[in-house]
């Protein structure tokens, strides 16, 4: 089946540097990728649609400054967070699928911010 | 606006005991839904999903989930359950009309007692 791979699955970095983090689409090419974000005991918050070929939406409140986004082929979407802060540490999961069809997940990256 | 009530932030069955998890939705245009499962620290893995047609569907390990229009509820079910069904699922709703962005409900975290 579909396979959606996600790099690195766990960051410890210092308070103030850049991460970037990889969502590729391992089987199939998707020209839509989205971004999410887990905070701890809760649910999956949409972040940004990640769009090939063109910029990424974000959702409200999100910050595009902060979290880059780049979909520079139909396997690859990654997003930087930027100078980062311990408030950024939280758990973050892509999702590749086509149209309607089920959004196949990465298992997610966990980034803390000492 | 779009959203996902699954009312019951826990529950505890025992192993071969029956489980039905709750899936309220509210949402502007034809919906099609999803259940998914996460176990700590991992990524999501889809458990079965309606877009439309029969109204029962089957999923993997054995779980089945029935779409109710009248009742906007689309709940997961499973007839006896497993020690390592023990898990959180997250109920997820999307639309075409909305770029096909999922929304998650809060997530259910099912605990299993032997």
């Known amino acids: 089946g579909a396979v959606v791979s996600q790099h690195p699955s766990w960051v410890i970095c210092k308070s103030g540097t850049s991460v970037k983090i990889e969502?590729?689409?391992?089987?199939?090419?998707a020209t839509t990728m989205f971004w999410y974000r887990q905070f701890p005991k809760q649910s999956l918050m949409l972040m940004a649609t990640s769009n090939e070929g063109s910029k990424a939406t974000y959702e409200q409140?999100?910050?595009k400054d902060k979290f880059l986004i780049n979909h520079a082929s139909l396997t690859l979407s990654t997003l930087t967070v930027t100078s980062a802060h311990?408030?950024?540490?939280?758990?973050?999961?892509?999702?590749?699928?086509?149209?309607?069809?089920?959004?196949h997940f990465?298992?997610?990256?966990?980034?803390?911010?000492? | 606006a779009q959203s996902v009530t699954q009312p019951d932030i826990h529950i505890t069955v025992?192993?071969?005991?029956?489980?039905e998890l709750r899936c309220n939705y509210s949402y502007g245009a034809t919906p099609y839904l999803f259940w998914y499962v996460q176990?700590?620290?991992?990524?999501?893995?889809?458990?079965?999903?309606?877009f439309s047609g029969d109204t029962l569907v089957q999923g993997i390990k054995g779980f089945e989930a029935e779409f109710k229009r009248s009742q906007s509820s689309f709940n997961l079910?499973?007839?006896s359950v497993h020690w390592s069904d023990a898990a959180e699922y997250f109920c997820a709703v999307g639309a075409v009309e909305y770029g096909n962005k999922l929304v998650?409900?809060?997530?259910?975290?099912?605990?299993?007692?032997s």
Do not use: H, M, W
């Open chain 1, 23 to 29: 969502c590729r689409s391992l089987d199939f090419q």
């Open chain 1, 61 to 63: 409140g999100v910050e």
């Open chain 1, 86 to 103: 311990p408030e950024d540490s939280s758990f973050y999961i892509c999702s590749a699928g086509e149209g309607n069809q089920p959004q």
């Open chain 1, 106 to 114: 990465g298992d997610g990256t966990r980034l803390s911010i000492l």
């Open chain 2, 14 to 19: 025992s192993e071969g005991a029956s489980l």
């Open chain 2, 39 to 50: 176990s700590p620290g991992q990524g999501l893995q889809l458990l079965l999903k309606y």
């Open chain 2, 77 to 79: 079910r499973k007839p």
């Open chain 2, 104 to 113: 998650f409900g809060a997530g259910t975290i099912l605990r299993v007692k």
